[in-house]
């Protein structure tokens, strides 16, 4: 008798073990891929996946790291992605070339102190105004938000388009390198390349800070949005709650942006950043501009509207 109650026991056992299991196996769903560069806009997926918090929202995400913006967006184009950090020019590229993406939110760039970029000199060089920098070659990597924001950013100051000159250096870290060694005579660099630069002593010219020209944003293919909305607009759950974590204690990350987003610690330590919005849409005007300028430029064949490369619906609700 005691044997047929234990098998009961055990059947009963097994039965509610399988259920389980199988909730679990649900609830992870698909694998979502989404490529990173090693920045520090990428943070707070980074923390999300660290804290828990995308599998606590049963999503199975998988953060996969690019070391430049071609194999990311070569990545996507493969299919090898679903989604991920980028810029407006990216994802206007990638629509121009066939693989249809929308920005679902905005990253860093909600004001002009979030991922500011900034054109710099040698220390010691003597350029320390916009107007000397007529005809002085600029470090950039073409055809990029780089390139983008120096062009607006020196036509702002008072220089007319054929005063800017610019030279192709495409990998950040060898830009700063050949700056701080007086190898080149200024270079647009990103936070927290600019701020290190600027801390050993070159000269910043002029920064986005009040023009605010400059935004990451998060996009994934249409093909995907249309079958994973919902996992979408958990995936920003998480991401918000991640962005929240770093804004109340962001020194409690300084581990994690140097050992996931790959930011020079020396940085970090000049570097401050402390503030990570809630996902939101980039303003229709931010958009526009990028486009405009990339259609001048003959990087686009048409010119898209904002809701071509825009995506509503997938900003979650607030806690």
Known sequence: MRKKQMK?????????????????????GEKIQIGLLPIADAL??????????????????????FQSAVER??????????????????????????????????????SGREGR??????????????????????????????????????????????????????????????LMKGQIRAACLPDPYAALAESRGANLVADDTESNLSQTVIYFRNDF?????????????????????INENPAQYRDLLIDKAKVPP???????????????LPEKEQVERVIRWMFDKGLLKNIPGYEDLTAKGFIPADD
Do not use: W
């Open 8 to 28: 009961a026991i055990l059947a009963v056992f097994a039965i509610v073990l399988a259920v389980t299991s199988s909730g679990c196996t649900q609830n992870s």
């Open 117 to 178: 970029f900034a054109v710099v000199s040698p220390p010691g060089s003597g350029l320390v105004r916009p107007e000397q920098l007529k005809n002085v070659p600029v470090a950039i990597s073409t055809n990029s938000i780089i390139e983008y924001v120096t062009d607006n950013l020196l036509l702002e100051k008072g220089l007319k388009p054929d005063e800017i000159k610019k030279e192709a250096i495409p990998k950040i870290p060898v830009r700063y390198d050949l």
């Open 225 to 245: 949005l249309e079958k994973n909305g919902k996992e979408t607009v958990l995936l920003l759950k998480a991401y918000a709650k991640a962005a929240r974590g």
């Open 73 to 110: 967006d070569s990545a996507m184009q493969a299919r090898e992605i679903d989604g991920s950090i980028g810029d407006i020019v990216a994802v206007a590229a990638l629509n121009n070339s066939g693989t249809q993406t929308k920005i679902v939110s905005l990253g860093l760039g909600e």
């Open 266 to 280: 020396e940085a970090v330590d000049v570097f401050r950043m402390d503030h990570y919005p809630a996902p939101r």
């Open 44 to 65: 707070p997926f980074y923390v999300a996946e660290e804290k828990g918090y995308f599998r606590a929202e049963g999503l199975n995400v998988e953060l996969v790291t």
